[in-house]
C-alpha cells in the first residue's frame, strides 16, 4: 500500500469509525502500527484536514478539506439515502460495503445542518426474507462486464442440470428473490439470464467483446419486454 493509498484509507476510516476514533483502532482496521497513525494523521492536518483530538484521547475529522460542500434539495437527500440504504439491504456483500462507504463520503461534504438531516433521514430499506448467497465472486463478475469479457462458469439449472457455460456478460440484475446476469449465452446461441446462486467456478478469459455490451444488452432487454 502506497503511502497515498494509506492517507485516503485513513480519512475513510475516519469517516466511518464512531468518534473519536483511537489510534488502536485506526492501526488496526488499516493494518498499520499506532506510531503510523500519528504520523499519518499529522501529514493529513498538513495537507488541510481539519481533525480533532490527540494520542490518547482518540481523533475526529471535523472537516474535510479537499471535498468541497454540496448542496441538496430535502427531497434529493432522502432519495439518495434510501437509493444507498437500498442497496445496502440488496446488494452483494462488496456493494452493500460501497454503499456505507458512498454515504461516509456524502455525510463529510454536507454543510453541518444536512448532514443531520442525513444521519436521521425519514426513508430507511428492510428485507425481511434474505437473498441467496451468490455463488461467484461478484466483484469479479462485476469488472468482467464492464471491461467486456467472455466468462465461463458451471452452471445448475432450476431441475440441478450441471452445464459448463460461456458467455458474454451484459448486466447484472438485482430481482425480488434472488440476482441475476443478464447475458448472451455462446451455447445456447442467445440472451439467458443465470441466477448468481446457482453459478460457480467463475474464470474471466482473454476473449474480448467489446464494444457490443451496449447494443447487446439493448436486444436482451427488447426481447424480455416482448
Not at 468518534?19 to 493529513?44: F, H, K, M, N, W
Not at 452493500?96 to 443531520?116: D, G
Not at 465472486?137 to 445448475?156: G, K, N
Request: proline share 5%; aromatic share 6%; net charge neutral.
Amino acid at each position: 500500500m502506497t503511502r497515498t493509498h494509506r492517507l485516503f484509507q485513513l480519512m475513510q476510516a475516519l469517516r466511518n469509525t464512531a468518534p473519536p476514533a483511537t489510534a488502536s483502532v485506526l492501526a488496526q482496521t488499516l493494518g498499520v502500527t499506532q506510531r503510523t497513525i500519528y504520523r499519518d494523521i499529522d501529514a493529513l492536518r498538513g495537507l488541510g484536514a481539519v481533525i480533532d483530538g490527540a494520542a490518547g484521547f482518540g481523533y475526529t475529522l471535523i472537516e474535510d478539506a479537499a471535498l468541497p460542500p454540496l448542496s441538496f434539495a430535502d427531497d434529493e437527500l432522502e432519495a439518495l439515502v434510501l437509493g444507498l440504504r437500498e442497496v445496502g439491504v440488496v446488494g452483494d456483500p462488496a456493494l452493500a460495503k460501497a454503499a456505507a462507504s458512498a454515504l461516509s463520503k456524502l455525510r463529510a461534504r454536507l454543510p453541518a445542518s444536512q448532514a443531520h438531516r442525513l444521519e436521521h433521514a425519514v426513508l430507511t430499506a428492510r428485507r425481511y426474507t434474505s437473498l441467496p448467497e451468490p455463488g461467484v465472486d461478484v466483484t469479479v463478475l462485476r469488472q468482467a462486464t464492464w471491461d467486456e469479457r467472455t466468462i465461463r462458469f458451471d452452471y445448475s439449472d432450476v431441475e440441478a442440470r450441471q452445464t459448463s457455460r460461456s458467455v458474454d456478460p451484459l448486466a447484472i440484475v438485482y430481482m425480488q428473490a434472488s440476482h441475476c446476469l443478464l447475458a448472451f449465452c455462446h451455447l445456447r446461441s442467445d440472451f439467458r439470464a443465470f441466477r448468481l446462486d446457482r453459478m460457480r467456478e467463475l474464470e474471466v478469459t482473454e476473449t474480448s467483446f467489446r464494444p457490443r455490451r451496449v447494443p447487446m444488452l439493448r436486444e436482451c432487454l427488447a426481447q424480455m419486454h416482448a
